[in-house]
């Protein structure tokens, strides 16, 4: 692996969170747009989304899009002012604790329902 | 202080893919990255086969990797990468096609540098003596002038890994030399290569190739000054 520093891994985050929203809206079309074959069939592929790893996806998801918003306006800053790349490693590091403040927000409120079985 | 230099090498005869070699050698923490692979071909194995002409920064010949990140050796010393007893390992630049142990086929980058006119364009009848411009004008080519087209940039592009066929840092930051030269009268036909899909907007900001310049120059910054200049001709 290269040893790029914060502008790398801002880069391979930003990629990876948006391929991952991209999955996940894929998904999401496909399972809503099942409802033309029937309340049935639509019912029995959105029962399987109460599966653990999907519910505990939905934080992981909810981090990544907050990532992708914040680091696509640390992008827009860069690309339109000097300042923006003069000071992009501490706006990436804003964008971090963003994202994980949210992240953990997120996890707090959902954990509970998912443990209870809701 | 002894080391063990790590160097990935292949010999297109012999070798079907790149395989790890290590040799000790004694060097002192001043000596350079360069010091220490030349002493391997000198002295232990002069099959190892490496790019290396003025030996002190301003050649670009010597660029590769270097503990994983693109340096020139002759301009990397030894305690800044290693401790006694360390290993320092040294492999080709990547996304060019490896020719020999840390030789790489330079021609794609040149292609690139060439595809942006890299030649002062001026077509009006030179004035008696010189043409003028303001020391704050001759300034905004300051960064991009210092260029020694080492491939440092462009090879530590995440991007030009993928995609080759991306103009890369270099050719950008020697675009951006001409661009905003102002006695220069070719301004439109390198922003319209620049516009181009494997122009400038292949630029993810990812700043390895900041990182890797080993003469400073913030070709980010620079990348972005294009990516306006050419956004702003449109508008």
Known sequence: ???????????????????????YFLLHVISISLFVFGEKIYMAVHGGYDFILFRLGLIAIAGGVMYHAMNGLRIIVMDFTGKGVAYQRQLWYGVLLISIVWTVYVAIKVLPRVAAGV | MNINVKILRFDPEKDRKQHWET??????????VLDVINHVKWYIDPSLTFRRSCAHGICGSDAMLINGRNRLACKTLLQDVVKDGGTITAEPIRGLKVEKDLLVDMEPFFDAYRSIMPYFINDNPAPAAERL??????ERMDHGSNCILCACCTTSCPIFWVNGSYIGPAAIVQAHRFIFDTRDAATQQRLNVMNQNTGVWRCRTAYNCTEACPRDIPITQLIEEVKRAVMYQQA
């Open chain 1, 1 to 23: 692996m290269y040893k790029g520093r914060e502008g790398q891994w801002a880069f391979y985050l930003h990629r990876l969170s948006g391929l991952a929203i991209l999955a």
């Open chain 2, 23 to 32: 040799y000790q050698v004694e060097a002192s923490p001043g000596d350079r």
């Open chain 2, 133 to 138: 411009q303001s020391p704050e004008d001759a």
